[in-house]
């Protein structure tokens, strides 16, 4: 069974612009949760959405976004990016709410601001 | 006061000796606790969770919570270099979502 796949793994961009983080989750998790780790940091909340609703907001600005799609799927969405948005993305699902439960990485999009 | 706290480390630990991994919550209603591990330039994965005070073992891997401490714990039998990894704390919080301490880096040396 595939799991959580992202995509683009790697990605740079200038500062200002935007990006869209794709992730699909584990055939059958209704769960998706995104998470920015900095090097050396645990990962930091930003959202979870399950049945494609937005059950969860970390303490990140408005300038992040995310959504969740009838498939399950998800996008994570950066207007006017910083250099301090350089991190690693982590998309993770699960079949249910994630205090619930537990949760299943994908590999992750690393976003390099210049 | 950060919501799920780790010694940053690195801890290390000789081949085949327990090493101990030590966490504190504040949110008193958290229910669920997690523990990942993470090896350099991977996505963390779960290795143990536990939801009642007291001991989980699975393999060499003993998980402890006290909850009127809010202090959870990471016990590794015979550690091997395999071990060697980033274990990040988590925790769910009343917010319907889980927290993750910063890591603990464990070092186990040959």
């Known amino acids: 069974d595939a799991g959580v796949t992202q995509s683009p793994t790697h990605l740079i961009k200038t500062r200002g612009q935007h990006v869209t983080l794709r992730c699909s989750p584990i055939s059958g998790h209704k769960s998706v949760s995104w998470y920015q780790q900095v090097l050396g940091q645990g990962p930091q909340f930003i959202f979870q959405?399950?049945?494609?609703?937005?059950?969860g907001r970390g303490n990140f600005p408005d300038r992040f976004s995310a959504r969740q799609f009838p498939n399950y799927s998800s996008e994570l969405n950066v207007n006017a990016l910083l250099l301090g948005d350089s991190a690693l993305y982590l998309c993770?699902?699960?079949?249910?709410?994630?205090?619930?439960?537990?949760?299943?990485f994908g590999e992750g999009s690393r976003l390099t601001v210049l | 006061q950060k919501e799920v706290e780790q010694n940053s480390g690195p801890l290390s630990v000789p081949e085949g000796a327990i090493a101990s991994l030590n966490c504190t919550y504040s949110?008193?209603?958290?229910?669920?606790f997690f523990w990942y591990r993470q090896y350099s330039g991977k996505s963390p994965e779960l290795i143990m969770s536990?939801?009642?005070?007291g001991d989980k073992e699975d393999g060499r891997f003993t998980a402890q919570l006290n909850k009127a401490s809010q202090y959870v714990s990471l016990l590794i039998r015979d550690s091997q270099p395999s071990d060697s990894a980033t274990y990040l704390c988590a925790v769910s919080s009343s917010a319907s979502k889980i927290i993750f301490g910063s890591g603990t880096r464990l070092s186990i040396r040959p």
């Open positions: 993770a699902s699960s079949w249910g709410l994630s205090n619930t439960g537990e949760l299943f």
């Open positions: 536990i939801y009642s005070n």
């Open positions: 949110d008193r209603v958290s229910q669920s």
């Open positions: 959405y399950y049945e494609k609703e937005e059950r």
